[in-house]
């Protein structure tokens, strides 16, 4: 399970994990259990931001006590829902590598495919639609990384299904990013540009993808252009091969499932 620590959430070098700051004295000196079942009626009440005050302070303060796990969970789903996504990951990484045999890592994974994907939705529009593309895909490269994690270590989770179709949605919005880069080359007539772009990014990454199949005219261009007959040719070929080919539609999946935490 070492592997997972490694690529399961991201990199937040440059990103600081945000402590509970003049909270009550009460929440401050109160037990363990006060604290945690507070936590709870928070939870239960959808007031996330008041549960993640009384989870904050029992994590720092009981660590390593009877409701720390449940506690970090807990709290990795509150930061979840009440879009504190950096907190979210920071809290879903420290799980990994406090727990990394623990019971519960498929929904940390899931919890964290999700918050990347949250993230890339916050930078760019629905693909589908207008879209605001694809300057910036690391965070769904990431929640790519995250579910492909899950599926591959935990593939009778109740939540790798979900993962899998994510995946399938991501996969093709990355395609796309690729693509128009392509088609950004291609109308500047920078064919040698628009040949790696397409061979060495989106057929190699994304061959299974509506637009690797879409960009095949732009690369039998790039290679007419540069006098590579044959090259072309084949790509002629390919495409005369597959007019009948089709791509199911994807239907972008919920964008933020009400998933709880497990319970010990």
Same mark, same amino acid.
């Given at each position: 399970?070492?592997?997972?620590?490694?690529?399961?959430?991201?990199?937040?070098?440059?990103?600081?994990?945000?402590?509970?700051?003049?909270?009550?004295?009460?929440?401050?000196?109160?037990?363990?259990?006060?604290?945690?079942?507070?936590?709870?009626?928070?939870?239960?009440?959808?007031?996330?931001?008041?549960?993640?005050?009384?989870?904050?302070?029992?994590?720092?303060?009981?660590?390593?006590?009877?409701?720390?796990?449940?506690?970090?969970?807990?709290?990795?789903?509150?930061?979840? #829902? =009440?879009?504190?996504?950096?907190?979210?990951?920071?809290?879903? !990484?420290?799980? /990994?590598?406090? @727990? %990394?045999?623990?019971? &519960?890592?498929?929904?940390?994974?899931?919890?964290?495919?999700?918050?990347?994907?949250?993230?890339?939705?916050?930078?760019?529009?629905?693909?589908?639609?207008?879209?605001?593309?694809?300057?910036?895909?690391?965070?769904?490269?990431?929640?790519?990384?995250?579910?492909?994690?899950?599926?591959?270590?935990?593939?009778?989770?109740?939540?790798?299904?979900?993962?899998?179709?994510?995946?399938?949605?991501?996969?093709?919005?990355?395609?796309?990013?690729?693509?128009?880069?392509?088609?950004?080359?291609?109308? #500047? =007539?920078?064919?040698?540009?628009?040949?790696?772009?397409?061979? !060495?990014?989106? /057929?190699?990454? @994304? %061959?299974?993808?509506? &637009?690797?199949?879409?960009?095949?005219?732009?690369?039998?261009?790039?290679?007419?252009?540069?006098?590579?007959?044959?090259?072309?040719?084949?790509?002629?070929?390919?495409?005369?091969?597959?007019?009948?080919?089709?791509?199911?539609?994807?239907?972008?999946?919920?964008?933020?499932?009400?998933?709880?935490?497990?319970?010990?």
């Amino acid at each position: 399970m070492n592997k997972i620590k490694v690529i399961a959430v991201t990199t937040l070098s440059a990103l600081v994990l945000a402590g509970c700051s003049g909270t009550p004295e009460q929440v401050e000196q109160a037990p363990v259990q006060a604290l945690y079942q507070q936590a709870q009626e928070y939870l239960q009440n959808e007031n996330y931001r008041e549960a993640i005050r009384y989870l904050e302070a029992t994590d720092s303060r009981f660590p390593y006590g009877e409701y720390a796990q449940q506690a970090d969970l807990n709290l990795i789903y509150a930061y979840y #829902r =009440n879009e504190d996504y950096v907190n979210t990951l920071s809290t879903a !990484d420290r799980y /990994l590598q406090k @727990y %990394p045999q623990g019971p &519960y890592l498929d929904y940390v994974l899931y919890l964290a495919g999700l918050t990347n994907m949250a993230l890339g939705d916050n930078l760019f529009q629905d693909f589908f639609g207008v879209d605001r593309a694809s300057r910036e895909t690391k965070p769904r490269e990431d929640a790519y990384h995250n579910f492909e994690t899950l599926a591959r270590y935990f593939p009778n989770s109740e939540y790798t299904k979900d993962a899998v179709q994510r995946m399938q949605y991501i996969r093709e919005s990355l395609a796309k990013h690729q693509y128009e880069i392509a088609e950004f080359y291609q109308k #500047r =007539n920078a064919y040698v540009a628009v040949v790696n772009r397409i061979q !060495d990014n989106l /057929l190699r990454l @994304y %061959p299974e993808t509506s &637009y690797a199949y879409k960009a095949l005219p732009l690369l039998q261009q790039a290679y007419a252009e540069l006098h590579l007959d044959k090259q072309a040719d084949e790509i002629g070929k390919v495409l005369a091969n597959s007019k009948e080919k089709t791509f199911p539609a994807l239907v972008k999946p919920e964008s933020a499932p009400d998933v709880k935490p497990p319970l010990k």
